[in-house]
């Protein structure tokens, strides 16, 4: 059982990143999926959350600008992120909203 996540990296403000989460060992189809970040020296807090129907919903600071969505033939969800700034800057997590995990990965925003 498995969740990768990829697409972090660096990027100026105002342009976009698209996150993957690549999930393995588990019957994604059925799994609702969130998003997760954490800055330096702050907790953990949800950015988006999506079911296995479909519904999304997202963290007020990021409404607008990032959008989750799931491809459940390809076991994967996505996080695309517009308009980005640089408190967006923190290691993002995919987590299975009941389970496991992801390693992270880092996005870090310049201003």
């Known amino acids: 059982v498995q969740l990768v996540e990829s697409g972090g990296g660096l990027v100026q403000a105002g342009g976009s990143l698209r996150l993957s989460c690549a999930a393995s060992g588990i019957i994604f189809s059925i799994n609702a999926m969130d998003w997760y970040r954490q800055a330096p020296g702050k907790q953990r807090e949800l950015v988006a959350g999506?079911?296995?129907?479909?519904?999304?919903n997202y963290a007020d600071s990021v409404k607008g600008r990032f959008t989750i969505s799931r491809d459940n033939a390809k076991n994967t969800m996505y996080l695309q992120m517009n308009s980005l700034k640089p408190e967006d800057t923190a290691v993002y997590y995919c987590k299975q909203r009941i389970g496991i995990w992801g390693q992270g990965t880092q996005v870090t925003v310049s201003s």
């Open positions: 999506i079911t296995s129907g479909g519904r999304t």
